[in-house]
């Protein structure tokens, strides 16, 4: 059956096309630095937001028209995987992502739960036979049912907890069997919303165990992908203990799980956390720690989790500026955890977002590789920071100055003078980065 019979697969025709089903900017063959916009950008669709979510919202139920959703149960879960796949191959896209409870329903017995998971696993294994598209990541839904109430890892209920980790152990396997290049923890709910009942050290303790418990079991079967801890600040707890990636590294270092883990980033959770979405990639960057990404933004005027489909060209092009500079995503990707609006409820509309979002993040692709190639705010950081490539400054990189040293220089220092900082000037380069691109990608 085909669900979405009047979307042809999608083309790249240029910037001048006028078809709604085709890329304006994104060309998966065109290289860069020697490798295909497909490679670097490994764009990914989100199981989610794309094939279960409804359009429900805190102030009205669902609006989207699904050809899939006359279905029920595991008949609806079967639909949903032949709707995938469709929308994989029209977009060409090389991966996808997914929860455990997006891709089949959970039982009355976790048992019940793992059969339906089996026979939908083994379904989307037979669909990739015959596909290029991969598992980027899965993970197991640790939020939505109630008996997450009090969280799953950091829950105040042990039955809870040992509950979650029977859900992470399953999801390592079906990890494992389809051949996950990640696989990733966002603790929706491991957070509090008061320290009035909550024993805060007891809690985080416990997550560490699990993480642990998790390295230690993905070892025992073979699963060799990285492990993404994905940061968000709050919502829907009041405050999430993988606040940012600062919080979250602070938390790894001090239960010694650095080595095993490396961060999922969200753009609208960087907001969320009164950060820019390059601050997160950068902090992760320049730490070793950039695992992989999910590409939406947020609306700063809205205090929530949006989860907007990525049109900023401004932001594409900084968050492209640090990929890059990590030498690319490795294993990770550039995953679409991004929905829809509500009242974009057609089928094809799911095409339409996808679209903005790859051509948005060719864009920055494009754009970031020419100022790094032409060192356009690399020369400036340099000079900058020229007063430790010698003298004193360079003493202070080295570790040869000491208090005594530098009190000594400071008192036969006459004024001091700084350079400017040149902000003004240096957004005005990127822009003119990202125009002079979109011009010339019109001719």
């Known amino acids: 059956m085909a669900y979405f019979e009047n979307v042809n697969k999608i083309q790249y025709e240029g910037a001048s096309s006028k078809n709604p089903f085709a890329f304006k900017y994104y060309n998966p063959g065109e290289k860069i630095n020697g490798q295909t916009m497909e490679e670097l950008l490994r764009f990914s669709v989100a199981y989610w937001h794309t094939f279960t979510a409804d359009g429900t919202d805190p102030f009205g139920v669902g609006t989207m028209l699904r050809p899939w959703d006359k279905f029920q149960g595991m008949d609806l879960a079967k639909a949903r995987v032949e709707a995938a796949f469709e929308l994989f191959e029209k977009l060409d896209v090389p991966f996808f992502c997914f929860h455990d409870s997006d891709i089949a329903p959970e039982a009355d017995t976790l048992k019940g739960t793992y059969e339906n998971l089996d026979v939908i696993t083994a379904m989307i294994k037979d669909y990739m036979k015959d596909s290029k598209v991969k598992l980027l990541w899965n993970t197991a839904n640790m939020f939505t049912h109630p008996r997450y109430v009090h969280g799953a890892a950091t829950s105040s209920n042990a039955d809870v907890y040992a509950f979650s980790a029977a859900k992470v152990k399953k999801g390592l396997e079906t990890a494992k069997e389809l051949g996950a290049e990640n696989y990733v923890f966002w603790g929706g709910r491991e957070g509090y919303d008061t320290l009035l009942n909550t024993d805060m050290k007891l809690e985080q303790d416990n997550l560490a165990r699990f993480f642990h418990m998790a390295v230690d079991y993905a070892k025992e079967i073979g699963f060799n992908g990285p492990f993404l801890i994905e940061p968000k600040p709050k919502e829907p707890t ?32 960087a907001t969320l956390a009164g950060h820019t979405f390059e601050h997160e990639l950068r902090v992760a960057r320049i730490n070793g720690m950039l695992g992989s990404v999910d590409a ?66 060719a864009i920055g692709l494009k754009v970031a590789n020419k100022l790094l190639e032409d060192r356009a705010l690399e020369d400036f950081i340099a000079k900058r920071y020229s007063s430790y490539t010698e003298g004193i400054g360079l003493d202070i990189v080295e570790g040869r100055a000491d208090f005594h040293q530098l009190e000594k220089y400071a008192l036969e220092l006459g004024e001091i003078k700084n350079i400017s900082g040149r902000q003004e000037r240096l957004q005005g380069i990127v822009n003119q980065y990202l125009l002079e691109t979109l011009s010339n990608q019109g001719k």
């Open 238 to 269: 009041k405050h999430q203990y993988d606040f940012d990636v600062a919080t979250g590294l602070a938390f790894l270092k001090n239960y010694g799980l650095e080595e095993h883990f490396k961060f999922n980033i969200e753009a609208n959770h």
């Open 296 to 361: 939406n933004q947020g609306d700063t005027l809205l205090g929530w989790d949006t989860d907007e489909f990525p049109t900023d060209l401004y932001s594409t092009t900084l968050a492209m500026y640090e990929i890059l500079q990590n030498g690319g995503l490795g294993k990770g990707g550039l995953n679409f955890d991004a929905k829809v609006r509500r009242g974009s409820f057609e089928p094809e509309d799911l095409f339409h977002a996808h679209i903005a979002g790859m051509d948005s993040f």
